[in-house]
């Protein structure tokens, strides 16, 4: 136990820059690394097996097996395994990141899910938002990096190639397998 409230499983394991801080009730698991500044909130769980560089962590917060780089995370939220959280990640309240998910450049709304497989880059996602497995976004299309925008309640089936630039409306309904390539407006399902 540390006087600030953190508990190290196995602190021979782990790393830690001076630069961090920690909330109350923190328990960091084996093989666990902190790196530059880092602000960890209240009651998280951190580990094992992951690296969280330069990044802020909300409250409540679960982290397993994942990287989480130069991203920004909000409360109740669970990451992992397997997860990676690149520079300008953003992830709000109550959001579920899952494994083998990457997100690069992005907003995802409070209470949005992206739960397997996919790649979410230089996008911006609304609230409740349920990216189905598999589902990508398409972002380079060989010289620039162009914007993917999901509205609000929106939901992708599995296997979706969402190309950029693209937009999404609120409560968008896309059907698995589908590659979108034009906007899509509120309320339509897309195939």
Known sequence: WMDEGVTFIDPDSCTLSEGCSFGRDVVVEPQTHFRGRCVIGDNCRIGPGSLIEEASVGSNVTVVHSVVREAKV??????????????????????????????????????????????????????????????????????????????????????????APLMLGNRVTIGAGSTITKDVPDGALAI
Do not use: M, W
């Open 74 to 163: 909000g409360d109740d939220v669970a990451i992992g395994p397997f997860a990676h959280l690149r520079p300008e990640a953003e992830i709000g309240d109550g959001c579920r990141i899952g494994n083998f998910v990457e997100v690069k450049k992005s907003q995802v709304g409070a209470g949005s899910k992206v739960n397997h497989l996919s790649y979410i880059g230089d996008s911006a996602l609304g609230t409740n938002v349920n990216v189905g497995a598999g589902t990508i976004t398409a972002n380079y299309d060989g010289v620039r990096k162009h914007r993917t925008v999901i509205g609000d309640g929106s939901k992708t089936g599995a296997n979706c190639v969402l190309v």
